[in-house]
């Protein structure tokens, strides 16, 4: 993209203020500025103007497939999932491209070590819970690991570092999500240099998108993948491409499933599993109303009672029938450092502005089914948000001992 062609770009979404400093940057930074403008959507800030966020549908109770019908019918549903592997047709896909801010450490999440006593990368323990799978079944399946802008190098060079922790390179396979321009409450980009755009991730929603874009979807093909187990790169309790989970969602001919856990108390933090005009959706534990909190089924437990933990399944083909569908944008306040007016560096102190993501869990309400099905909280979640308290490296630890884990 050449300056005329950039301008013009700026100026239909009104962000001329990115080309301020080109006169002063070298040619080296031009060209720099001038790619980043090239690759960015500016388009989403237009919604900061909107203070409105988009009005939910009505919301109703969805029925989880629980412990006891899943205990009952194990057998069958392994053997249909275990079968699917076996063909090839199941494939993983690790959200890696995440800030981990929460955790604080510069470096990407999956490099944290967990160990006492000895080296434990979360990386390392998820690629070893996908490995039980694998060693079971005898067949190799392909991983998909989605980065960042912020953090692909630092993740593909400690894999290669590591050896793939055991795992056939072959089959692990980087792609890089796009990043979205962070601005001030009035939509306007913020800088970080004068010659670099404050940018992040755009947030877990656009994996598939990401994965068309940047060809994964052709390896998928080729290989006859018609399953994606889509996980978080924090939670080193889960486990991944679970045959039974995804039998019972052979078995339902459903379209996607979520793992979900009973809510450890009604106010948890945890977006729950509801059906949103007649569709499967997600509600955010900020959105539950005290009505909806109070609810209860017939068994009189409480109606909005499945917390999801970030691992899906999801139908591939029908998920690229559905690339085109356009996801919800979410605004998120944060604390975005960048350079003032003269082109002094301001690290903020407090919130000053707004990013701009989409998520994953707006996936669900586009398919027409998706199972809600429950596992057992202290065997299959333990995420690394914090360092300290709920959530943090602390508990995660006294989870993984408890079930058995070396650290
Ligand atoms: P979180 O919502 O915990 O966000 O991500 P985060 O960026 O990792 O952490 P904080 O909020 O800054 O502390 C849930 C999952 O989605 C991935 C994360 O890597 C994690 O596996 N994610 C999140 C992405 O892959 N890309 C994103 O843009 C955001």
Known sequence: MNYKEAYKKLETCNQLHILNHYETLDKTQQQTLLDEIALTDFSVLAISKKKEPAARGFITPIEAMELAEIEEKKE???????????????????????????????????????????????????????????????????????????????????????????????????????????????????????????????????????????GMTNIMKQAGIEWLNVFAVDNVLQRIADPVFLGAILDKNYLSGSKVIKKAAPDEKVGV???????????????????????????????????????YFFHAPTLETLAKKELPLHIVEKKIPHIDESGNYVNPQTPNGYKYESLILDMIYMMDTCLPFEVIREKEFAPIKNKTGVDSVESARMLLQKNGVEL
Request: charged share 20%; aromatic share 12%.
């Open 76 to 214: 069958t549903y392994q053997a249909l999932g275990m079968q699917a592997i076996k063909d090839g047709k199941v494939g993983a896909v690790l959200l890696a491209g995440g800030m981990g801010t929460r955790l604080g450490s510069d470096q990407p999440k999956g490099m944290y070590n967990i160990g006492l006593t000895k080296n434990l990368y979360i990386f390392e323990r998820l690629i070893h819970n996908l490995m039980d799978i694998t060693k079971e079944s005898g067949t190799n399946i392909h991983l998909f690991v989605m980065t960042s802008d912020k953090n692909h190098v630092a993740t593909t060079a400690f894999f290669e570092e590591q050896n793939y922790f055991g795992y056939d390179k072959n089959y692990i396979h980087f792609f890089q999500q796009e990043m979205a321009p962070a601005s001030d409450y009035n939509g306007k980009a913020y800088m970080e240099k004068p010659w670099k755009i404050a940018t992040s991730p755009n947030g877990n929603g656009g994996w598939f998108s990401s994965m068309i874009k940047s």
């Open 273 to 311: 599993m509801c059906l949103e005009n007649g569709h499967p959706s997600i509600v955010e534990y900020y959105e539950l109303t005290e009505e909806m909190k109070k609810k209860t089924n017939e068994k009189g437990e409480p109606a909005y009672n499945f917390g999801v933990i970030l691992n």
